[in-house]
């Protein structure tokens, strides 16, 4: 396919209905590779990564793309809707307690991995130190997609895994300065001055993240919505809120768009199994066109001379750089050899240093094509080598835990007008709830359950009714005693029926939401 030489043709129906079919039947063939990913354990971006070379100019679709801008900006769009999507499954008891090690190294880790990889880049590859300076910055930012795709399929210890959720998070907003910095025409700043930026930056961005996402779920638990469909929509726009604002205040968009859709993840929010499940679609419709779009930006007839400079440049990356940010980073927090080696493995790169590779492109960097293409190379051997290990490793250094109790799926609609709410409760297959009557639930005064579906149908409960795994309950809960009604079930959902006199509580439960 390609663009017209000749007079411009006015769009058509006709045209219209050819672009919508092929964009369904990339969409059906993306979707259908999610199997193929989950399956094999690779991380989905390197199918659709391979559906947009495919559908370029040295495969099958012939489309000629060079268009580094709109790249840029689709996948700014894309990754806003997957660090929302992250943030919103981000458990907060996770990831208190890592808090500290994680903002370690998405800060020093960062500087650590710059530093090393850049010098290997000039040193080793003879590339110029401003080019060497882009790429090491491109390629010290885990990406969010992929680690919280990788990652939430392995049953990893808390700390691990909330160390790296929230690094992933936490380190794309100074990877971004430095990218832009080292872009920018001119004398690159002075370290100090690139420290101050990116302190200012992240302080504004979690300011702003923090506030609304407050403020957001403030808002959706004190307001009906006259359709239950309009929640999970407020929320993906309360998220894109965070991260405007903080981009128009100069700070970090990116850092504002997880933290406040990790505030409203972990808040009791209406409708909720609804809203995580239409984030979770928003979430694979962003990779597929990010990564499809940069399949298409690639060409690859242009890769042969730099797949060795790119496994070099990624060797060091992996073996030395990674290493070596995550060991000076965690030495106050006396973590275990074990969980260094496995989070130095899975520092998972994906579409983000993919995307900040069109940076210099669009900046006009001298070889900034050659950057790019390096930069791309390296992200999908080394993502073939790494997203498809970890789980072996894991077992290795014996890190792999037993899968909890699964939460309960609560759902809650607010009754405005009753000042009351309808608790929609779905036991799964591992709850604890299985084989607990109705009587030992031991429900606050003012909250009962008042409708039983198993099997298809419905009836109401009396107080020795047994409850089973895959049964449906409707609460219905007034106002004042809701939270105390949803963290008594979440409670028993994790420690049966004797949950609270074994020190299993409300809180911890629905602490993990």
């Not at 520092?347 to 590779?357: E, Y």
């Not at 799926?409 to 000042?419: D, K, N, Q, V, Y």
Request: hydrophobic share 55%; net charge neutral.
């Amino acid at each position: 396919m390609r663009v017209s030489q000749g007079r411009e043709r006015p769009l058509t129906v006709h045209h219209l209905n050819q672009l919508l079919l092929v964009c369904s039947l990339v969409l059906l063939v993306a979707v259908a590779a999610v199997r193929i990913s989950s399956r094999s354990g690779l991380p989905s971006l390197l199918v659709y990564l391979g559906i947009g070379v495919l559908m370029g100019q040295d495969g099958i679709g012939n489309i000629h793309f060079a268009n580094a801008e709109l790249t840029q900006v689709i996948g700014y769009a894309a990754l806003v809707v997957i660090l929302a999507e992250g943030g919103l499954g981000t458990k907060w008891k996770e990831i208190k307690p890592a808090l500290p090690a994680a903002s370690a190294l998405a800060l020093g880790g960062v500087a650590v991995s710059v530093g090393v990889t850049a010098s290997a880049a000039h040193f080793l590859i003879g590339l110029e130190w401003r080019q060497a300076l882009i790429v090491g910055a491109v390629v010290s930012s885990t990406d969010a997609a992929a680690v919280f795709s990788v990652l939430r399929k392995i049953p990893l210890p808390a700390r691990v895994t909330g160390t790296l959720e929230a690094e992933s998070g936490f380190n794309d907003a100074p990877v971004v300065i430095l990218v832009v910095a080292f872009s920018t025409a001119g004398p690159v700043s002075h370290w100090y001055v690139l420290l101050g930026e990116i302190a200012l930056e992240l302080a504004i961005g979690a300011a702003i993240g923090l506030a609304v996402g407050w403020l957001g779920s403030w808002g959706l638990r004190h307001v009906a919505f006259p359709a239950s469909g309009l929640y999970p929509i407020a929320v993906m726009a309360i998220a894109v809120t965070a991260y405007a604002g903080g981009a128009l205040a100069h700070g970090s968009g990116f850092l504002g768009v997880y933290l406040a859709s990790m505030v409203m993840g972990n808040a009791k929010l209406p409708h909720w199994p609804a809203t995580r499940g239409f984030a979770d679609g928003l979430g694979w419709i962003a990779q597929i066109g990010m990564f499809v779009l940069l399949g298409l930006l690639v060409t690859p007839h242009e890769l042969g001379d730099d797949v060795v400079p790119a496994l070099v440049i990624g060797l060091v990356l992996t073996m030395v750089a990674r290493p070596l940010s995550v060991m000076l980073c965690l030495v106050p927090f006396r973590v275990p050899w074990q969980e260094q080696t496995l989070m130095s493995w899975a520092g998972l790169r994906g579409a983000v240093p993919i995307i900040l590779a069109t940076i210099p492109m669009v900046e006009g960097v001298d070889a900034s094509r050659r950057i790019f293409n390096i930069v791309f190379v390296l992200v999908v051997v080394y993502t073939l080598v790494q997203g498809p290990t970890l789980p072996w490793l894991a077992r290795t250094l014996q890190l792999g835990e037993d899968a909890e109790a699964a939460d309960l799926g609560i759902e809650s609609a607010p009754l405005e007008r009753l000042r009351g709410h309808l608790l929609s409760v779905a036991i799964p297959e591992a709850s604890k709830m299985h084989g607990v009557e109705v009587a030992e639930l031991r429900l606050p005064a003012g909250a009962a359950v008042t409708l039983v579906v198993r099997e298809g149908k419905s009836f109401v409960p009396t107080p020795t009714t047994v409850l089973r795994r895959g049964d449906e309950l409707l609460v219905v809960a007034t106002d004042p005693v809701r939270d105390a009604a949803e963290r008594r079930l979440r409670s028993v959902g994790h420690g049966g029926k004797l949950a609270g006199w074994l020190g299993t509580n409300g809180a911890e439960a629905g602490a993990g939401r």
